[in-house]
């Protein structure tokens, strides 16, 4: 299950409904990337480009699903404008045993950081800051192969 | 006349996020697109910023024309 969506989502509603779509699974392993709380920031700004947003999450959500065997997988990310605190992306797995789990989850998040069309901005009291992948995000990226 | 979009930083620095334009006869692929809007937006010539024609990421040159979307997208940072 892939979404990219402007709407606030709750991750702990995401998780229950995905558990409960996973029967047969013996293993979920989930992320929730949220915007963080930093005093100077007053907000966030996702842009992203509609056209290869959604194909590009899927790629990436079914190259996990083949290289670690996957029963079953969600992404969840938003775009548009974010409160710190908020859930800015939910990302699970469900695989036989739980290292395939832990490791999709993390390779999918590693993907989405480096290769998913988004741009983030964040707004601060010097007015707005695009951020961009860190070299420690390419090189998380470059574990994978 | 071929769309062209800008995405994240490079909003900013072209100070638009689409244009349509005529593209000039002697730019018919995308390293010839980079350098002819590049002349006035430098940021576009850097190398970490990747093309994508009609919403698919390009490995290498590639000829455009007539109705071709042509993306400038900077490293993203999703996640």
Redesign the interface.
């Known amino acids: 299950m892939i979404r990219v969506q402007p709407e606030p989502f709750d991750p702990a509603a995401e998780l229950a409904a995905f558990i409960a779509g996973a029967k047969g699974a013996g293993a979920v392993a989930s992320f929730t990337?949220l915007v963080r709380g930093d005093d100077n920031v007053s907000g966030l700004e996702l842009?992203?480009?509609p056209?290869?947003t959604g194909?590009a999450v899927a790629a990436i959500g079914e190259a996990a699903r083949a290289r670690f065997g996957l029963a079953a997988l969600a992404i969840v990310?938003r775009f548009g404008a974010l409160a710190p605190g908020e859930p800015?992306?939910f990302v699970a797995a469900a695989a036989a045993h739980r290292r395939a789990a832990f490791r999709a989850v993390d390779y999918m998040?590693d993907r989405?950081?480096?290769?998913?069309?988004?741009?983030?901005?964040e707004h601060g009291p010097d007015g707005p800051r695009?951020?961009?992948?860190r070299g420690s995000?390419v090189e998380d990226r470059a574990r994978w192969g | 006349m071929a769309t062209i979009l800008f995405f994240g930083r490079l909003r900013d620095a072209v100070g638009t996020n689409a244009l349509a334009a005529t593209l000039p006869d002697d730019v018919r692929d995308t390293d010839a697109v980079r350098s002819w809007l590049g002349s006035d937006h430098p940021a576009l010539c850097d190398p970490s910023v990747r093309i994508a024609v009609n919403a698919e990421m390009t490995a290498a040159n590639r000829a455009v024309g007539d109705g071709d979307e042509i993306a400038f997208l900077p490293p993203m940072s999703g996640g």
Do not use: C, Q, S
């Open positions: 990337g842009d992203h480009y056209a290869l194909k990310h800015i992306v998040m989405l950081k480096t290769e998913a069309p988004f741009w983030k901005r695009w951020i961009e992948a995000d």
